[in-house]
């Protein structure tokens, strides 16, 4: 093989995307790859359990729910007798590559496999069930994780396989809901997945604005019930049609008892990464788990990583909390779940706009944005049509109920357009003055950084514009520069996976000949979608069809994914949370004076932190004519699309992740956000 590197062979069980990507990869490099069928169970089994796959075994998977190699508990893989018949079949195979796809009792009993390889391979030789030949040419097992588990309870990886698509049919039965909820006046009670991890149901509380939460993590202060009905009841008061109340199966009061929907009802009426691991493990090299880290594969000690999850801080009372990032998600549900009086008024007033196109997540800014904002005490007033509202003076004070039922809201509730302020400076300068805006918040894409850049080079003609601006990127484009992600990109890549999915499923059932073209809307002046569709038409004719799809508008509409809701949300709080901070630091004398760089800012996502970069810095990175970042990290993927799709590409190109000590402060800054 044209990359091999060594003689080693793989073997793996999981998750379709994964179990594709690793096969494939480890093809790829030269590897012989074994699929293992029905997890530990087959492991130790052996027999057909255990099959060589070729680049065509995991064709068509990749769009597969569950796991197709399948996957079992297996009691014999606890005892010793049962490791020590595993380790037979690997070694008969001349397997000592291992990929576990799975949980932390999974993970951790292939770490345990890993300690006693040397004493089971001994032990094989001396019932002269392999050779001491055989044992010394499988001396070493190396092995690497991947964590699949729908409750993202594992510490060390920002996601785990499986939450993303459990968190999408939450949100898809929510949504459903709705309608009749409002309709009929009704509460619902959602129970969700989540024995002993809430995070399932917490995070699909901030997506969908639940007005009640119940997790084990957190149990409910005594007399919960009166509480909550009372709760329900105010917002019933206000003019709220919905109430959704969601419950982790295994949320418990404050005794230990557990509360049910039943209850409540009545009460209220990764794969090349791990691959390249292995590749490059060494007989000192531990075994690791692949995860993720904002927008990066990293490598974390695995036992250390469960240990984590095992003795972890806990929350308020009785279970391990993963990391900091649950702990914040429940204080930030807790912010903007039931409206709590200001302290004291503040003396500051905050304008929120959209500009440029719609982006699915603009709504969950905006309204956690404004809910933020009553807390603090500050007047928020919300503008229409981005910065030519602005101009015209659309701009009305809102109050906390305004903004209720946004979260799930496709496009933007308060209208958006590309306008730049340049067109328009002095009617802004003469609304802000007579608004009294001491606080500038602009959801949109480039338009809405560049419209912030021209407002603050404007400075030095208008005092007025001497006040605290933040951009929070939203665009399907991810062209914003300051962030890796931006806002509504989540959606439109859902929204082009989910296109013309019939035709492509029922296309791949059938053609083992087949081919997939994705052309971005400007790639070329001359490559463009018909001549491309014109020229396999020709080559193919009579050897297969060729179709068009645009997708176009589509990736702009439609509700927004969980993690658009989720972040959106949290961009919003964040924002509003750092304006206000820079409004103290400025205001004296009963006024807001802020010229300094650091005074209007991009917060954007940038690998593991949230950060507030300024736009003046920004201004020194970006390609205006292309409006674009100058660097962008994700065209590194184009590598790793290249390799799996079988490209002839030199290994030396790869840069894959180096192996991350694992300690409680690195934890909390990995999954702070």
Same mark, same amino acid.
């Given at each position: 093989?044209?990359?091999?590197?060594?003689?080693?062979?793989?073997?793996?069980?999981?998750?379709?995307?994964? =179990?594709?990507?690793?096969?494939?990869?480890?093809?790829?490099?030269?590897?012989?790859?074994?699929?293992?069928?029905?997890?530990?169970?087959?492991? @130790?089994?052996?027999?057909?359990?255990?099959?060589?796959?070729?680049?065509?075994?995991?064709?068509?998977?990749?769009?597969?729910?569950?796991?197709?190699?399948?996957?079992?508990?297996?009691? *014999?893989?606890?005892?010793?007798?049962?490791?020590?018949? &595993? &380790?037979?079949?690997? @070694?008969?195979?001349?397997?000592?590559?291992?990929? @576990?796809?799975?949980?932390?009792?999974?993970?951790?009993?292939?770490?345990?496999?890993?300690?006693?390889?040397?004493?089971?391979?001994?032990?094989?030789?001396?019932?002269?069930?392999?050779?001491?030949?055989?044992?010394?040419?499988?001396?070493?097992?190396?092995?690497?994780?991947?964590?699949?588990?729908?409750?993202?309870?594992?510490? $060390?990886?920002?996601?785990?396989?499986?939450?993303?698509?459990?968190?999408?049919?939450?949100?898809?039965?929510?949504?459903?809901?709705?309608?009749?909820?409002?309709?009929?006046?009704?509460?619902?009670?959602?129970?969700?997945?989540?024995?002993?991890?809430?995070?399932?149901?917490? @995070?699909?509380?901030?997506?969908?604005?639940?007005?009640?939460?119940?997790?084990?993590?957190?149990?409910?202060?005594?007399?919960?019930?009166?509480?909550?009905?009372?709760?329900?009841?105010?917002?019933?008061?206000?003019?709220?049609?919905?109430?959704?109340?969601?419950?982790?199966?295994? &949320?418990?009061?404050?005794?230990?008892?557990?509360?049910?929907?039943?209850?409540?009802?009545?009460?209220?009426?990764?794969?090349?990464?791990?691959?390249?691991?292995?590749?490059?493990?060494?007989?000192?090299?531990? *075994?690791?788990?692949?995860?993720?880290?904002?927008?990066?594969?990293?490598?974390?000690?695995?036992?250390?990583?469960?240990?984590? =999850?095992?003795?972890?801080?806990?929350?308020? *009372?009785?279970?391990?909390?993963?990391?900091?990032?649950?702990?914040?998600?429940?204080?930030?549900?807790?912010?903007?779940?039931?409206?709590?009086? %200001?302290?004291?008024?503040?003396?500051?007033?905050? %304008?929120?706009?959209?500009?440029? %196109?719609?982006?699915?997540?603009?709504?969950?800014?905006?309204?956690? %944005?404004?809910?933020?904002?009553?807390?603090?005490?500050?007047?928020?007033? *919300?503008?229409?049509? $981005?910065?030519?509202?602005? &101009?015209?003076?659309?701009?009305?004070?809102?109050?906390?109920?305004?903004?209720? $039922?946004?979260? $799930?809201?496709?496009?933007?509730?308060?209208?958006?357009?590309?306008?730049?302020?340049?067109?328009?400076?002095?009617?802004?300068?003469?609304?802000?003055?007579?608004?009294?805006?001491?606080?500038?918040? =602009?959801?949109?894409?480039?338009?809405?950084?560049?419209?912030?850049?021209?407002?603050?080079?404007?400075?030095?003609?208008?005092?007025?514009?001497?006040?605290?601006?933040?951009?929070?990127?939203?665009?399907?484009?991810?062209?914003?520069?300051?962030?890796?992600?931006?806002?509504?990109?989540?959606?439109?890549?859902?929204?082009?996976?989910?296109?013309?999915?019939?035709?492509?499923?029922?296309?791949?059932?059938?053609?083992?000949?087949?081919?997939?073209?994705?052309?971005?809307?400007?790639?070329?002046?001359?490559?463009?979608?018909?001549?491309?569709?014109?020229?396999?038409?020709?080559?193919?004719?009579?050897?297969?069809?060729?179709?068009?799809?645009?997708?176009?508008?589509?990736?702009?509409?439609?509700?927004?994914?969980?993690?658009?809701?989720?972040?959106?949300?949290?961009?919003?709080?964040?924002?509003?949370?750092?304006?206000?901070?820079?409004?103290?630091?400025?205001?004296?004398?009963?006024?807001?004076?802020?010229?300094?760089?650091?005074?209007?800012?991009?917060?954007?996502?940038?690998?593991?932190?949230?950060?507030?970069?300024?736009?003046?810095?920004?201004?020194?990175?970006?390609?205006?004519?292309?409006?674009?970042?100058?660097?962008?990290?994700?065209?590194?993927?184009?590598?790793?699309?290249?390799?799996?799709?079988?490209?002839?590409?030199?290994?030396?190109?790869?840069?894959?992740?180096?192996?991350?000590?694992?300690?409680?402060?690195?934890?909390?800054?990995?999954?702070?956000?």
């Amino acid at each position: 093989a044209p990359h091999s590197r060594g003689h080693f062979r793989v073997t793996l069980w999981g998750m379709n995307a994964a =179990v594709r990507a690793v096969t494939r990869m480890g093809i790829y490099v030269g590897a012989k790859v074994f699929l293992i069928y029905e997890g530990y169970e087959g492991l @130790v089994e052996g027999g057909d359990n255990i099959k060589q796959a070729n680049w065509l075994s995991v064709s068509n998977i990749i769009q597969l729910g569950g796991t197709v190699i399948g996957s079992a508990r297996c009691k *014999a893989f606890t005892t010793r007798a049962g490791r020590l018949r &595993a &380790a037979r079949n690997l @070694v008969e195979h001349g397997i000592t590559n291992l990929c @576990v796809i799975g949980g932390d009792g999974s993970l951790t009993g292939a770490d345990i496999f890993r300690s006693e390889w040397g004493e089971l391979l001994e032990e094989l030789v001396q019932d002269g069930q392999i050779s001491e030949e055989v044992a010394q040419e499988n001396s070493r097992l190396n092995i690497v994780g991947l964590v699949g588990s729908i409750d993202n309870d594992f510490c $060390g990886t920002d996601m785990t396989i499986g939450t993303d698509s459990a968190l999408h049919r939450i949100m898809e039965v929510i949504d459903a809901i709705t309608t009749t909820a409002q309709s009929h006046q009704r509460t619902f009670v959602l129970e969700v997945m989540g024995r002993h991890c809430g995070y399932l149901a917490l @995070v699909s509380g901030l997506a969908s604005g639940a007005d009640w939460l119940f997790i084990p993590e957190s149990p409910p202060e005594d007399g919960w019930e009166d509480l909550m009905c009372e709760r329900l009841g105010e917002t019933r008061s206000r003019g709220s049609r919905l109430n959704i109340i969601i419950i982790a199966e295994g &949320a418990i009061d404050r005794s230990g008892k557990p509360i049910s929907s039943n209850y409540v009802k009545d009460s209220s009426k990764m794969g090349m990464e791990a691959v390249m691991a292995l590749l490059e493990a060494t007989p000192d090299t531990p *075994a690791c788990v692949v995860s993720l880290s904002g927008n990066q594969s990293v490598r974390l000690p695995l036992m250390e990583c469960v240990q984590v =999850v095992s003795t972890g801080a806990r929350l308020g *009372a009785t279970l391990p909390c993963p990391c900091r990032s649950f702990e914040n998600n429940w204080n930030i549900y807790k912010l903007l779940a039931h409206q709590k009086p %200001a302290q004291e008024k503040s003396p500051f007033s905050l %304008a929120i706009l959209n500009v440029g %196109a719609p982006a699915a997540g603009m709504n969950a800014a905006v309204r956690s %944005a404004v809910r933020i904002s009553i807390c603090q005490g500050h007047t928020i007033y *919300a503008v229409s049509d $981005g910065f030519e509202g602005l &101009a015209k003076g659309q701009i009305r004070e809102v109050g906390w109920h305004d903004v209720a $039922g946004w979260l $799930g809201r496709g496009g933007s509730m308060l209208g958006t357009k590309r306008t730049l302020p340049k067109t328009c400076m002095e009617k802004i300068v003469e609304n802000v003055r007579k608004f009294n805006i001491q606080g500038l918040l =602009v959801i949109g894409g480039f338009e809405a950084y560049e419209g912030v850049l021209q407002l603050v080079e404007a400075r030095g003609q208008y005092e007025e514009l001497c006040i605290i601006m933040c951009v929070i990127p939203a665009t399907i484009s991810n062209n914003v520069p300051g962030t890796d992600f931006s806002l509504g990109s989540d959606t439109a890549v859902n929204a082009a996976m989910e296109a013309n999915v019939e035709h492509l499923t029922d296309k791949m059932k059938t053609d083992i000949q087949r081919g997939l073209v994705l052309r971005n809307e400007k790639c070329h002046e001359h490559y463009t979608t018909e001549f491309l569709y014109n020229l396999y038409s020709s080559e193919g004719k009579g050897i297969f069809d060729c179709r068009i799809n645009v997708l176009g508008h589509l990736q702009q509409g439609g509700a927004p994914t969980p993690f658009d809701r989720n972040y959106g949300t949290k961009l919003g709080v964040k924002a509003v949370l750092w304006m206000s901070e820079k409004l103290e630091e400025v205001y004296c004398k009963g006024r807001v004076f802020a010229n300094s760089d650091d005074s209007a800012c991009v917060i954007g996502l940038r690998k593991k932190v949230v950060a507030f970069s300024p736009v003046t810095e920004l201004k020194k990175v970006t390609d205006f004519e292309h409006r674009l970042p100058q660097e962008q990290w994700w065209l590194n993927l184009r590598l790793m699309l290249k390799m799996l799709a079988n490209y002839q590409i030199s290994l030396t190109e790869y840069i894959s992740g180096k192996m991350e000590h694992v300690t409680r402060r690195t934890l909390s800054i990995e999954k702070g956000f």
